[in-house]
């Protein structure tokens, strides 16, 4: 009997990297899988990213910071065996660069605030080389003869999310997971004795299944029917980013680029992801005339040539974000609920990662280990389980919220 008629295994809630991920992963594993997405499959957050595979790069101070550098480095550590076996499956690209990354500081205080980095990736045994910046230039000839200082993280490199997205969607469809596009999930259902039944769509039709996986990003915590002691705290970063093109082909860049205030992705193909703002604007998704100018102004000081490309897009996406920065992978409160959300500024990095996590977790084979402790769901106090509550029904196009004029961009980062 074909796979859809039968009753799914597992519900995914979200068809965004993650979502995606864990179906292939959960449907290699035997079980019977359907995805809900609301849109098209891969038009969220993950369309966004840069694709930067970078835990060198972004390794942070702290408890949380150690914690997102060791999923970051193991994740990073499944990413080539995971692009090839994906790439043989759907038989396209994913657009892997193993090319490295360059931090880049352009005076004498940024170049200061570089070389603390530089010691405290040496603290912790991560791959970066101090360069001066005529080494800099000869590694990347595109950069501006003003930088002060750079770091060369030769192990830091990228992919391209929307090839991946595209991927894994054939390799899904190839595999018989159900993928229902344009059917979101209202709420989950849950059974007198405390287990979840199933879904319900915003057209009100029900489907039952053991086990829910929420995946639906930033909107993870706007589903009904969870008790409030199961809620998770997901609320959105905004982050806007330029597609560039450039019209003689690949070649100005190599390396992703990091400065500062943002970042110059190259990829294979002669197009560039520059970013990205992120700002504190709950659900706002408009695309705003001084993002574009204060990422090219910045970008345009340390490598002039962007000048000269080609503008494709300026487009925006809500970064799945935590109180700890660190995501949330495992089972809920509620028995047969699984969250795989959070993932903030690392959602591409960590797909490999979560997937097998998840599926581990579906099987019943994943050990609780230390690592996944810290991304449990239980680990957020009563008064931090209140999330922004997306738009209700959900997102749409015809009532995004007013642009807000005069807020500054807060900072900039993945
Ligand atoms: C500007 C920017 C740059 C970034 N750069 C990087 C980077 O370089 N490297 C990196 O690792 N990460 C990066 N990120 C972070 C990364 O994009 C996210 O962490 C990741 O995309 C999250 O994936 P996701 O699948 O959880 O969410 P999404 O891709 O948003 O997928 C969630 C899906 O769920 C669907 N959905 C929501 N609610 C429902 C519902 N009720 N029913 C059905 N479907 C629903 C949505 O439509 C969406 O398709 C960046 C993010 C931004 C914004």
Redesign the pocket.
């Known amino acids: 009997m074909p796979t859809r008629a039968k009753r799914p295994d597992v519900i995914i809630?979200?068809?965004?990297?993650?979502?995606?991920a864990v179906a292939w992963r959960a449907r290699q594993r035997g079980m019977r899988v359907t995805v809900?997405?609301?849109?098209?499959?891969?038009?969220?957050?993950?369309?966004?990213?840069?694709?930067?595979?970078?835990p060198v790069s972004e390794v942070e101070f702290g408890e949380a910071g150690a914690r997102l550098l060791e999923l970051g480095l193991r994740s990073a550590a499944l990413w080539p065996a995971f692009a090839s076996e994906l790439e043989a499956a759907s038989r396209q690209s994913v657009g892997l660069l193993r090319t490295g990354t360059l931090l880049v500081a352009r005076d004498a205080d940024e170049a200061r605030a570089l070389e603390r980095q530089l010691a405290f990736r040496g603290s912790l045994g991560l791959n970066a080389t101090r360069v001066r910046p005529s080494q800099a230039r000869e590694l990347e000839p595109a950069l501006a003869p003003t930088i002060r200082l750079a770091l060369d993280l030769p192990d830091d490199h990228?992919v391209d999310?929307r090839l991946v997205?595209a991927a894994l969607r054939s390799a899904c469809l190839n595999d018989e997971v159900e993928l229902r596009e344009r059917?979101?999930?209202?709420g989950v259902l849950v059974s007198d004795g405390g287990a979840i039944t199933g879904v319900e769509?915003?057209a009100g039709e029900r489907v039952l299944a053991p086990a829910v996986v929420v995946?639906?990003?930033?909107?993870?915590g706007?589903?009904d029917g969870l008790p409030a002691e199961s809620r998770i705290p997901v609320r959105p970063?905004?982050?806007?980013?330029l597609r560039l093109r450039d019209p003689a082909g690949p070649g100005l860049l190599r390396r992703a680029v990091r400065f500062e205030e943002g970042?110059l992705?190259p990829r294979a193909d002669g197009s560039y992801?520059l970013?990205?703002?992120m700002e504190e604007r709950g659900f706002d998704e408009a695309s705003t005339a001084g993002a574009a100018y204060e990422l090219l102004r910045d970008c345009h000081e340390l490598v002039p040539g962007v000048s000269e490309l080609e503008i494709a897009e300026l487009?925006?996406?809500?970064?799945?974000a935590t109180p700890d920065n660190l995501p949330v992978i495992g089972a809920g409160a509620v028995e047969g609920l699984v969250w795989?959300?959070?993932?903030?500024?690392?959602?591409?990095?960590?797909?490999p990662l979560t997937a097998e996590l998840v599926t581990g977790i579906l099987t019943a084979t994943q050990p609780n280990d230390r690592l996944l402790a810290a991304c449990a769901p239980s680990r957020f106090g009563e008064a931090l389980r209140r999330p922004e509550q997306?738009p209700a029904p959900?997102?749409d196009q015809d009532e995004a919220p007013a642009r807000r004029r005069n807020g500054a961009r807060a900072a900039v980062?993945?």
């Not at 997405?37 to 694709?51: C, F, I, K, N």
């Not at 059917?183 to 209202?186: H, I, L």
């Not at 995946?215 to 993870?220: L, Q």
């Open positions: 809630i979200g068809a965004g990297i993650i979502g995606l809900f997405e609301r849109e098209a499959a891969g038009s969220g957050t993950s369309r966004v990213a840069a694709g930067m595979l970078a990228s999310p997205l059917a979101g999930v209202s769509l915003h995946a639906a990003g930033t909107w993870s706007g589903l970063v905004k982050g806007q980013t970042y992705v992801v970013g990205g703002t487009c925006v996406g809500l970064r799945p795989a959300t959070g993932h903030f500024r690392n959602g591409i990095l960590l797909a997306p959900a997102r980062g993945l």
